[in-house]
């Protein structure tokens, strides 16, 4: 029995790829369009077939870019499977809705559509918690207690070779 063209993993590391349907609204109306969409550590990419050689044009997307994944879509309604990701461009704070769902269509079975669909929501997710993460321990100082940030700071004016006598003018100008 031949496999399909897409490949699965839940290590973050290993690339995912494979078909998935996109929600494009276009000049002539709006509909599902059939993607190739490629998923590694740090990129989303959406291709036009499985040769990988001709990208969409907003591709790539970062992964820390990710906003939000909504589980069901706000743009089509009832549509089983369908998940909305709010990407945030970064130069300009744009957000962009892209609707997806599992691959209906020849090219992969519905059971491996729906796989692939899981694990790439499931990277989505993992990459917010990562920058939730990120955020957390680059405002940590912030919430931190005035003593134990003192006590931070004067290890690094020990580390810095500051004499002692000046270290109380030094915290108190920090």
């Known amino acids: 029995m031949k496999r399909s063209h897409s490949k699965y993993s839940s290590n973050s590391k ?4 494979g078909w998935i349907d996109r929600w ?3 000049f002539l109306g709006s509909g599902w369009k059939k993607k190739y969409i490629a998923v590694d550590a740090e990129e989303i990419n959406f291709y036009k077939d499985s040769s990988m050689k001709q990208k969409d044009s907003d591709s ?3 992964l820390k870019h990710i906003g939000l994944v909504q589980k069901e879509s706000s743009v089509v309604k009832n549509e089983t499977g369908a998940f909305d990701m709010i990407y945030m461009v970064p130069k300009t704070g744009e957000q962009i809705v892209f609707t ?3 691959y209906d269509g020849k090219k992969m079975s519905s059971q491996d559509a729906t796989m692939l669909v ?3 929501r499931a990277r989505f997710e993992k ?3 990562d920058q939730v993460k990120q955020k957390q321990l680059e405002n940590a100082w912030t919430t931190m207690p ?3 940030l003192n006590k931070m700071y004067t290890e690094v004016l020990k580390k810095q070779a500051i004499p002692e006598s000046a270290w109380p003018i030094a915290i108190q100008n920090s």
């Open 14 to 17: 290993i690339p995912l790829a």
């Open 24 to 26: 494009s609204k276009g």
């Open 60 to 62: 790539p997307l970062f």
């Open 100 to 102: 997806l769902r599992p």
């Open 118 to 120: 899981d694990k790439i």
């Open 127 to 129: 990459a917010i918690e």
């Open 146 to 148: 005035e003593d134990q």
